[in-house]
Every structure is written in structure tokens, then in C-alpha cells.
């Protein structure tokens, strides 16, 4: 499968969606990573190796198998595996690939109990200043009750939160940010959210389900309509 753009949502602000499942260490994934890159190698051809950094343990951070075009990718480390995109092609299509890479890794490494699942949403809003100020109150619906508590926009803005989510907990962050060649600046809406226990590999597809459910319901309930509206491709 092709990740391309998902139709119903034209101006869709997601940059990255990374569904990842976390288990205790299996050190076979060591030994038979070649099995593994030649699962994919068909469609995910493009190796890269983690860097050196002090203090980090080599074997926990992931090796990541990618598109030709950096679309998406699989990452493998010895004690987790996950499926990422950049191109989000809507939740059926993402759903689908996911299940389809988290199976063929399950068919060279069994895993049975898993202890931790996680679905991040990164999303840039690209936005333009009103004299020097950030246009908070058209993306956000909280943005006119900050308002309203608080007289007056903000020069810049970073919030983190967490709360409890269906079996699990998503922590969100907003904060204003800038690329690094000063171009362009954006709201970084980030949604991550993580259900931690006694977990089972076979219900991967369900805690996927469960996990965008979630965090669908509080994006929608974070954004104004006008911003809803321009996502879907309404003139607004």
C-alpha cells in the first residue's frame, strides 16, 4: 500500500502518525535482523541505523526500514516495533498497513504479552501573526476561553497536558514554533496517547482502534469549527 493523501481531508494538518507496541527484550531480534529487513525490503528499502549517543543503549533504539520517497517506515529495536507515516492516507488505510507490518514482525519474532501500546499524532498549523500576536481563538476552542480568563493574545505559547482516555492516557502539547529557517511559523498540536499493562499482541488491532478513537474525539473537541471546515476543504 501507497501512503497518498486522505481525500476527505484535503488541508489535513497531520505531519506524522506513529503507532508503536513496546514488550520486554527478545534477543533474537538481534540475530535475525537480516530476516527482517528482507520482509520489507520490497517496499521499505531504505536502511537507517540509530546514532551513537552517550548514555543510550544501541540495542533499545530502533533500526528503520523506509519508502523510497520517506512516506513512511517500520522501526525494530529489541524491545519494541512500530509503523509510522508522513503522508497520512486516513485512518482505514494507516489501520491496515500497520496491521500488515506488526504481523510479519510477529511472524519472525513471537511476541505474546505486550506492556506498553502508543499512537502519536503530530500536527503543524501554519498560521500568520496579527500585529506581532499569535491568531490563537481561530484554531483553538479553548483559545476564547484563554481569552476570556486572560484579556489580550499571547507573543508565543506552550501547553502540556494529561488526562485519562478510554484504557489509557493521552498528553497533549500546543506550542508555537518556528522552522529553523525562519520562514514559517505553526502551532505544534501534538497527541500522544499510551495504554500501559498487561497487554496482548493478538489484540493489536483493537488498541489501535481504541487509541484513534481517542484521540479523534479530542482533536475535534480542541478545534473550532472554521478550522474543521477548512480541513475538510470548505471555503471558510
Same mark, same amino acid.
Given at each position: 500500500?501507497? &501512503?497518498?493523501?486522505?481525500?476527505?481531508?484535503?488541508?489535513?494538518?497531520?505531519?506524522?502518525?506513529?503507532?508503536?507496541?513496546?514488550?520486554?527484550?527478545?534477543?533474537?531480534?538481534?540475530?535475525?535482523?537480516?530476516?527482517?529487513?528482507?520482509?520489507?525490503?520490497?517496499?521499505?528499502?531504505?536502511?537507517?541505523?540509530?546514532?551513537?549517543?552517550?548514555?543510550?543503549?544501541?540495542?533499545?533504539?530502533?533500526?528503520?526500514?523506509?519508502?523510497?520517497?520517506?512516506?513512511?517506515?517500520?522501526?525494530?529495536?529489541?524491545?519494541?516495533?512500530?509503523?509510522?507515516?508522513?503522508?497520512?492516507?486516513?485512518?482505514?488505510?494507516? &489501520?491496515?498497513?500497520?496491521?500488515?507490518?506488526?504481523?510479519?514482525?510477529?511472524?519472525?519474532?513471537?511476541?505474546?504479552?505486550?506492556?506498553?501500546?502508543?499512537?502519536?499524532?503530530?500536527?503543524?498549523?501554519?498560521?500568520?501573526?496579527?500585529?506581532?500576536?499569535?491568531?490563537?481563538?481561530?484554531?483553538?476552542?479553548?483559545?476564547?476561553?484563554?481569552?476570556?480568563?486572560?484579556?489580550?493574545?499571547?507573543? &508565543?505559547?506552550?501547553?502540556?497536558?494529561?488526562?485519562?482516555?478510554?484504557?489509557?492516557?493521552?498528553?497533549?502539547?500546543?506550542?508555537?514554533?518556528?522552522?529553523?529557517?525562519?520562514?514559517?511559523?505553526?502551532?505544534?498540536?501534538?497527541?500522544?496517547?499510551?495504554?500501559?499493562?498487561?497487554?496482548?499482541?493478538?489484540?493489536?488491532?483493537?488498541?489501535?482502534?481504541?487509541?484513534?478513537?481517542?484521540?479523534?474525539?479530542?482533536?475535534?473537541?480542541?478545534?473550532?469549527?472554521?478550522?474543521?471546515?477548512?480541513?475538510?476543504?470548505?471555503?471558510?
Amino acid at each position: 500500500m501507497r &501512503n497518498v493523501a486522505d481525500p476527505r481531508h484535503p488541508n489535513s494538518p497531520l505531519s506524522e502518525v506513529v503507532f508503536e507496541i513496546r514488550f520486554s527484550g527478545e534477543t533474537a531480534i538481534e540475530c535475525r535482523r537480516h530476516e527482517i529487513q528482507e520482509k520489507f525490503r520490497a517496499e521499505y528499502p531504505n536502511l537507517w541505523v540509530p546514532r551513537t549517543e552517550i548514555g543510550m543503549a544501541m540495542a533499545l533504539e530502533p533500526f528503520r526500514f523506509e519508502r523510497e520517497d520517506q512516506s513512511a517506515g517500520v522501526m525494530v529495536s529489541l524491545n519494541r516495533f512500530g509503523y509510522y507515516c508522513r503522508t497520512y492516507p486516513g485512518f482505514d488505510c494507516f &489501520n491496515a498497513e500497520c496491521l500488515k507490518v506488526m504481523e510479519l514482525l510477529g511472524s519472525i519474532i513471537p511476541i505474546k504479552r505486550l506492556n506498553r501500546i502508543g499512537l502519536r499524532h503530530i500536527n503543524m498549523i501554519p498560521f500568520l501573526r496579527e500585529d506581532g500576536l499569535l491568531p490563537f481563538e481561530y484554531f483553538f476552542q479553548l483559545g476564547g476561553k484563554i481569552l476570556e480568563l486572560l484579556p489580550g493574545r499571547f507573543e &508565543n505559547i506552550s501547553i502540556a497536558f494529561a488526562m485519562p482516555a478510554g484504557r489509557g492516557k493521552i498528553t497533549t502539547r500546543i506550542e508555537s514554533i518556528t522552522r529553523s529557517d525562519r520562514s514559517q511559523e505553526a502551532f505544534l498540536l501534538d497527541f500522544d496517547y499510551a495504554e500501559e499493562g498487561d497487554l496482548w499482541f493478538e489484540k493489536v488491532h483493537e488498541y489501535l482502534t481504541e487509541a484513534h478513537d481517542q484521540s479523534a474525539v479530542l482533536f475535534h473537541r480542541m478545534i473550532t469549527q472554521s478550522y474543521r471546515d477548512y480541513i475538510k476543504g470548505d471555503e471558510v
